[in-house]
Each structure stands twice: as C-alpha cells, then as structure tokens.
C-alpha cells in the first residue's frame, strides 16, 4: 500500500514555472513506476508524464514535451514534476500515481494508487 501527496501547485502566469512533488509513503515506491495525470475542467483526466522504477526512462505527452520534466528520487520517496513555459492551457488539477509493474506507462488503468490532487493555474 503506498499512499501519495501532491504539493506545490498554485497561481502563475502565462510563461511561468512551477515545481510540483509528489510525496509516498508505505512499501515499495522505490519498485513504482510514477505517472502525473492532469485533469482540466470540463475534460477527462489525459496522461502528463511517467518515470520508470529506476528513473532510467521517462515518457511524455505530446502537449508538454519539452516543457515538463518528471524525475525521482527514492531515497526521499519523491517524485517531481518541473513545469517551464506554462500555458494557460496547463490549468488542470495534477495527480500523481504510482504504477507497482514499475515500467512506465501512458494508460491511467495501470496506476494503483493516487493522490488527491493539487491545482495548477495559469493565468494568461
């Protein structure tokens, strides 16, 4: 059982940055792959970002790549999202999840465990 809570999300503008945590606690992270999803208002939750177990390998949607940067470190059982050049279109809740097959994945049925969620807003 892991459970997981997000931080560092809030109020930025248009062009801004934030870095949002994910904290776990319980057994087993360190074997957990890690997503972060998004869900905006008035849509369904879509992909974000995924990290491998080891942190080796790490995947992207389409619509932050090369703004996003989702990394790991388990000795303090945290995984990151960095998010540069935020658009308005960012405006979503952000959840992390944790995967126990430990190999990253797009695919939100393939995470176990959730957070509650922290809410990005990007004013324009």
């Known amino acids: 059982q892991v459970q997981l809570v997000e931080s560092g999300g809030g109020l930025v503008q248009a062009g801004g940055s934030l870095r949002l945590s994910c904290a776990a606690s319980?057994?087993?992270?360190?074997?957990?792959?890690m997503g972060w999803f998004r869900r905006a208002p008035g849509k369904e939750r879509e992909f974000v970002a995924a990290?491998?177990?080891?942190?080796?390998?790490?995947n992207y949607a389409d619509s932050v790549k090369g703004r996003f940067t989702i990394s790991r470190d388990n000795a303090k059982n945290t995984v990151y999202l960095q998010m540069n050049s935020l658009k308005p279109e960012d405006t979503a809740v952000y959840y992390c999840?944790?995967?126990?097959?430990?190999?990253?994945?797009?695919?939100?049925?393939?995470?176990?465990?959730w957070g509650q969620g922290t809410q990005v807003t990007v004013s324009s």
């Open positions: 990290i491998t177990w080891s942190g080796s390998s790490t």
């Open positions: 999840a944790a995967n126990p097959r430990g190999v990253r994945s797009s695919y939100s049925a393939d995470y176990r465990y």
């Open positions: 319980g057994r087993g992270f360190s074997t957990y792959a």
